[in-house]
């Protein structure tokens, strides 16, 4: 006997299943949930997916009516699939509520479709459901995502507004306008990247003086003491502007110019009448005065940073003092307004 005649008489060593236990094997292990029903609405079938969608086993559920698992304000769909079933009619895919055995509600994405016999003749209806409570939940945090980043960064074009506005009225040229406001977007970018390494969670405040001390020189003249505090997103950018100005103005006339001296910088949380907490920062910088000092201080942009704009942003207060030999800023506001959640 050939080969050939040899394998076409011999048993085969897997048979393949009937067509009906195929597709009994698919629906059974199949993610979603597949329900069939009769044209009364009775359940008839119940797979595994359709026990951890609704809490039901399949002993509880078939010969049971379909409307159980329909909120009552959702009972109508039930009647108008029916309707449409007994016409012949696919149903498309469409989304709805549907009640678990725990009384609790999940968004679902159904297909319908109808059940014929042998004849043609329709019997029953086909229903997958998928549980989309994870899709809906995911869409609905992007767009509040979507609106959080919005609104961030409306905030940072005023505040880019705001510097362009007032860097040009102390600009005596061009030139010297386009340095100060790309030193000052840089400012911001520091601080933004800093938001973005913590995925906008919150920041450290000694990490945050870090970044925007970093581009200066003669920076082991400061010294920084205070307790941890994760600052929320619009104070760490106002804050951060902040210490940019500072830092500026000490590198062109204090302690960070190379003319000797020390920058201080501490903050603490004290509790205030009422059982609220107060936050307190100093920056107090010294140095060695200058022979030709630069003239009486005018009201730029800097100062309005230092005086108005950042401790408004906190709503707290502050105070900005200037002499030929030192700087002093403090700034006091209600921690709430301050530290992340």
């Known amino acids: ?5 040899r394998a076409a008489s011999a048993p085969d060593a897997i048979s393949a299943p009937p067509a009906e236990a195929w597709l009994a094997s698919i629906v059974e292990s199949s993610f979603d949930a597949i329900i069939s029903k009769d044209l009364c609405s009775t359940i008839t079938s119940w797979n595994r997916a359709a ?6 086993s399949a002993a509880e559920a078939v010969g049971r009516s379909i409307l159980m698992l329909i909120p009552d304000h959702l009972q109508g769909e ?3 699939i029916i309707g449409r079933i007994r016409r012949g009619e696919m149903i498309e895919t469409f989304e709805t509520m549907r009640r678990r055995k725990d009384g609790s509600l999940v968004e679902v994405s159904l297909t319908v479709s109808p059940i014929r016999d042998g004849t043609g003749a329709i019997v029953g209806a086909s229903k997958i459901a998928r549980d989309i409570s994870v899709t809906r939940e995911n869409e609905r945090r992007i767009r509040l995502l979507m609106a959080e980043v919005n609104h961030r960064v409306k905030n940072q074009f005023a505040v880019i507004l705001s510097m362009i506005r007032e860097t040009g009225r102390q600009s005596p040229d061009p030139v010297v306008f386009q340095q100060r406001v790309k030193d000052r977007i840089m400012a911001l970018s520091r601080s933004h990247d800093l938001l973005v390494e913590t995925e906008w969670t919150g920041t450290d405040l000694s990490a945050l003086i870090t970044a925007q001390l970093e581009s200066f020189e003669h920076r082991e003249q400061v010294s920084l003491s205070g307790p941890l505090l994760a600052l929320k997103p619009m104070a760490l950018q106002y804050l951060g502007i902040a210490f940019h100005e500072l830092a500026t103005n ?3 006339y204090g302690a960070l110019s190379g003319a000797g001296g020390s920058i201080s910088i501490a903050w603490e949380i004290v509790p205030v009448d009422g059982g609220d907490r107060q936050f307190s920062l100093w920056w107090r910088e010294s140095f060695t ?10 009201e730029g942009f800097g100062t309005t940073v230092l005086k108005r704009i950042t401790p408004s942003a906190l ?16 700034v006091t506001a209600p921690v709430d307004a301050l530290r992340a959640a």
């Open 51 to 56: 026990e951890r969608l609704f809490g039901y």
């Open 250 to 252: 000490s590198a062109k």
């Open 315 to 330: 709503h707290g207060q502050s105070h900005f003092e200037s002499t030929a030999d030192s700087v002093v800023w403090t």
């Open 289 to 298: 005065p200058r022979h030709e000092p630069p003239g009486p201080p005018r």
């Open 1 to 5: 006997m050939s080969d050939l005649s």
């Open 78 to 80: 039930e009647e108008d």
